[in-house]
């Protein structure tokens, strides 16, 4: 799963953080990929990857 969580462009220092630390909490696996343009961060996706556990004897 893939989502963009806003354009951060404009915002203080402050408001960054919190949207990166937000993007972060709770990530098990995955990652966050913060783009800057001019010297801004402008962007700021997170992936997640779900694992799933074999069930059963088989596994």
Do not use: C, W, Y
């Not at 989502?3 to 220092?13: C, K, P, S, V, W």
């Not at 972060?24 to 996706?45: A, C, D, P, R, Y």
């Amino acid at each position: 799963m893939t989502a963009t969580i806003r354009n951060l462009e404009g915002q203080d220092e402050a408001s960054i953080l919190r949207e990166i630390h937000s993007a972060l909490s709770g990530l098990k696996f995955g990652s966050v990929e913060i783009t800057v343009h001019n010297g801004q961060v402008v962007q700021i996706e997170r992936k997640e990857k779900f694992r799933l556990q074999p069930t059963g004897k088989n596994a």
